[in-house]
């Protein structure tokens, strides 16, 4: 049906429900309105359009299986298995509704039975197989699909969507060598399918067999050598297995044919972030920005990259570039935050912490930046909550655990901060630290050495106007 047609129908129709007149319309113009409101998700409409037709058409099979269908979506099973008890009807659409009321019925191998005899119907369609397999997908009937599918191969002229539907049911159940399968099964039905090797490709790479990834790209290149998505995602095989020379040259590669120059670039960039080679990743960085300007996420990169080179002014240009960009980017916040806690200007740091903070909460490290930064501004009672939440989500934070203790001595609070020494020295003595990282081991074996002299420098030394040296 036409665009306008279908415009003309649904005015007509729209009109006679207003009371603009009284118009007949005949069974397949109903079924026409229907489905308007059915693609439109406004399934009651569709089923008062269904029921407005019926009284014209009572008879009509079709519109009796339509408003059977529609009650059953719209959660009115007891009705619709009325209609159906009264039908005699047994056609595919029939049964396919029959077979769904004896799912919710829970007679499993009742409703299967009734779906393998669609099988047998000389009026078997491919679109019904499909409404099949939704189905026993909705009814978690995963054995009763794979039966359907296997003998719907055998009825079918062409089962090669069927089967893809299949494996797509598969590889969002996560069994993916089932996907791999059934690839492989369409692949011996046609071996030029860019489409069958490619999903092959994804699904091997889920389960990073990255060699046979790589393998079945390159099959589906033999046959469409510029398919740019197969390029791309050639190179992330090679980036996700570490093999960032050959991830460099495949992006290269799909650089020179895609229109998306910025998005290849930044690929090369990172790939020679992961050789460390921060030089050429600045190029392709600046590439990348120069072909995407407005795009904050390589200003980030463009600042990591001058930061682990220390050129710290330009990585401060960048992260400052990324945040008037976005300014919800709270990864960037912290980092310039970090920054300028590093070279001192404590005001700017805690700012920047703060606005992170305020953007993403559950950030620890970002929280315990924002603790030193008020260590260093004298916002002790700040602090204090900062380091505390730190602790809450990681008790063995060494290093956390001694600025709280400076916080508390500094707010002029010296008992919590002789507590807190006393809880230090007792963890370092009782607790098992096996089970964290060796350096943090080290740091707390060699707490038991320095907790005296922690104890004379804290409380007997510092006064909490002097020496606002914190230990970060």
């Not at 290849?264 to 072909?291: P, R, S, V, W």
Request: contains cysteine; proline residues 1%; hydrophobic residues 35%.
């Amino acid at each position: 049906m036409s665009a306008k047609r279908s415009n003309e129908l649904i005015e007509r129709y729209e009109q006679m429900l207003a009371g603009k007149g009284s118009c007949y319309f005949d069974s397949d113009e109903i079924d026409e309105i229907a489905d308007y409101y059915e693609s439109k998700g406004q399934l009651p409409k569709a089923l008062h359009a269904i029921e407005f037709g019926l009284k014209m058409h009572p008879d009509d099979v079709d519109l009796r299986l339509k408003q059977a269908r529609y009650l059953l979506y719209l959660d009115r099973a007891s009705e619709a298995k009325e209609i159906m008890s009264d039908l005699v009807d047994y056609s595919p659409d029939a049964t396919l509704i029959r077979a769904e009321l004896q799912f919710l019925d829970g007679h499993v191998k009742r409703a299967h039975e009734l779906m393998l005899s669609l099988l047998d119907s000389d009026d078997l369609r491919e679109d019904i197989c499909f409404e099949a397999i939704d189905i026993y997908a909705d009814y978690d009937c995963f054995d009763g699909l794979v039966e359907f599918v296997q003998k719907a191969e055998t009825v079918l002229r062409d089962s090669r969507e069927l089967l893809r539907e299949m494996a797509a049911i598969c590889e969002d159940r996560s069994e993916y060598d089932r996907a791999i399968v059934i690839y492989n099964k369409l692949i011996d039905k046609d071996p030029y399918s860019v489409t069958d090797w490619f999903s092959l490709a994804k699904v091997e790479a889920l389960l990073k067999h990255y060699d046979k990834a790589i393998e079945a790209c390159d099959f589906a290149l033999a046959v469409k050598q510029d398919d740019e998505a197969v390029l791309s995602f050639k190179g992330y095989c090679y980036y996700d297995s570490g093999q960032y020379d050959k991830a460099i040259e495949m992006f290269k590669e799909y650089a020179e044919m895609t229109q998306e120059k910025s998005v290849a670039y930044e690929l090369i960039g990172e790939c020679y972030i992961k050789l460390e080679d921060y030089n050429h990743a600045l190029t392709f960085f600046h590439k990348a920005l120069e072909a995407d300007p407005g795009n904050s996420n390589i200003c980030y990169q463009l600042a990591t990259c001058y930061y682990d080179l220390g050129k710290i002014r330009e990585a401060i240009v960048y992260l400052q570039d990324t945040i008037s960009l976005d300014e919800r980017d709270d990864e960037a916040h912290s980092f310039l935050g970090e920054i300028f806690l590093q070279v001192g200007d404590y005001e700017k740091a805690y700012r920047h912490l703060s606005r992170s903070l305020a953007l993403n909460s559950d950030d620890r490290e970002t929280l315990r930046l924002k603790g030193v930064a008020c260590l260093h501004m004298g916002y002790y009672e700040e602090a204090i909550q900062a380091f505390e939440k730190v602790l809450q989500e990681d008790m063995y934070d060494l290093q956390t655990r001694f600025n709280l203790v400076l916080a508390y001595a500094r707010n002029g609070n010296e008992t919590e901060a002789e507590h807190q020494i006393e809880l230090i020295d007792k963890m370092a003595h009782t607790f098992d630290f096996g089970e964290l990282p060796q350096e943090e081991q080290q740091q707390w074996k060699n707490v038991q050495k320095a907790i005296q002299s922690l104890k004379d420098f804290l409380l007997g030394s510092i006064k909490p106007d002097e020496n606002k040296e914190s230990l970060s």
